[in-house]
């Protein structure tokens, strides 16, 4: 069974940072993409950041240069390094995994994780 758990969540104050983790276990089917999403409050759920097998990495407009997304492939554990926090970064963050859908040419996110709280204040 897959298992997708999300670490590191918190309260910062804007211009703070924080440090997610994602530990995968059971992952038996080849995941080629990794990403992190957000979802806040009356809003829709949106990727963040994603990478894949061959570190490739890709960002949301509105968190490129503050975070990073960066892979342990040995201790199979996500990242998501957040800098310079603003107050709309605030939302719960999910850990997602799964292949490359060649037939759509992007990502398709079989695995979830539950979640971490990520609240910023001003």
């Known amino acids: 069974q897959v298992h997708l758990v999300e670490s590191g969540g918190g309260s910062v104050q804007a211009g703070g940072s924080l440090t997610l983790s994602c530990e995968s276990s059971g992952l038996t089917y080849r995941i080629d993409c990794m990403g992190w999403y957000r979802q806040a409050p009356g809003l829709e759920r949106e990727g963040v950041a994603t990478?894949?097998?061959?570190?490739?990495?890709t960002y949301a407009d509105s968190v490129k240069g503050r975070f990073t997304i960066s892979k342990d492939n040995a201790k199979n554990i996500l990242y998501l390094q957040m800098n310079s926090l603003k107050p709309e970064d605030s939302a719960v963050y999910y850990c997602?995994?799964?292949?490359?859908?060649?037939?759509?040419?992007?990502?398709?996110?079989?695995?979830w994780g539950q979640g971490t709280q990520v609240t910023v204040s001003s």
């Open positions: 997602a995994a799964g292949p490359w859908d060649g037939s759509r040419a992007r990502c398709a996110w079989w695995y």
């Open positions: 990478i894949d097998s061959a570190g490739t990495t």
